[in-house]
Antibody
């Protein structure tokens, strides 16, 4: 069974950093691209970043709202994707979701992890 | 960026009756590889999003056949043939043809 589980969320102050993890199971992690999304309280979904699989050089794409502040990486040996967030702002407060990308769509979503940026 | 516009934003439906949601993109979603990367996602209250439909009309594993997707180019539709209680939630269209991936605003389906 395919599963992705996010962890690492919490309360941080503006300007601080936080790293989220996405632990995957049930599939050959290195063969897939992974993506991160977020959802601010009471709002819609926002795509924030994408990392291709090993066969495509693990190249990355980012939304303009996070480019230069957030960085995605993956450790295929551990089946974990990471979202390193720095210079956090209050508007980064959201539930962050990790997803697998099948080549056609984002097919499996985690339960999400809440990040609250507040002083 | 490609702007995705959903209508209606709210859809009160009688149990057992059909529901339809429209999604329009600001430019064609046909990729250079010939595919159209338009998906529909369902988000039940308090739950993460769940993939229903990918590449316009393909139902994801485990999705009931009362859900169907159609369309082409810039105009797409999600239909629920007979709404059930478990279908209550917010539905989003999403394009993954071009970065940045973008979503519609969401359509809230509720029971009348």
């Amino acid at each position: 069974e395919v599963q992705v589980v996010e962890s690492g969320g919490g309360l941080v102050q503006p300007g601080q950093s936080l790293r989220l993890s996405c632990t995957a199971s049930g599939f050959t992690f290195g063969e897939y691209a992974m993506s991160w999304f977020r959802q601010a309280p009471g709002k819609g979904l926002e795509w924030i970043g994408f990392i291709r699989g090993k066969a495509y050089g693990e190249t990355k794409e980012y939304a303009a709202s996070v480019k230069g502040r957030f960085a995605i990486s993956k450790d295929d040996s551990k089946s974990i994707a990471y979202l390193q967030m720095s210079s956090l702002k209050t508007e980064d407060t959201a539930v962050y979701y990790c997803t697998r990308y099948s080549g056609s769509s984002v097919d499996y979503w985690g339960q999400g992890t809440l990040v609250t940026v507040s002083s | 960026d490609i702007v995705m516009t959903q209508t209606p934003l709210s859809s009160p439906v009688t149990l057992g009756q059909p529901a339809s949601i429209s999604c329009r993109s600001s430019q064609s979603l046909v990729h250079s590889d010939g595919n159209t990367y338009l998906s529909w996602l369902q988000q039940r209250p308090g739950q993460p999003p769940r993939l229903l439909i990918y590449k316009i009309s393909n139902r994801f594993s485990g999705v009931p056949d009362r859900f169907s997707g159609s369309g082409a180019g810039t105009d797409f539709t999600l239909k629920i043939s007979r709404v059930e209680t478990e279908d209550v939630g917010v539905y989003y269209c999403m394009q993954a043809t071009q970065f940045p991936w973008t979503f519609g605003q969401g359509t809230k389906v509720e029971i009348k």
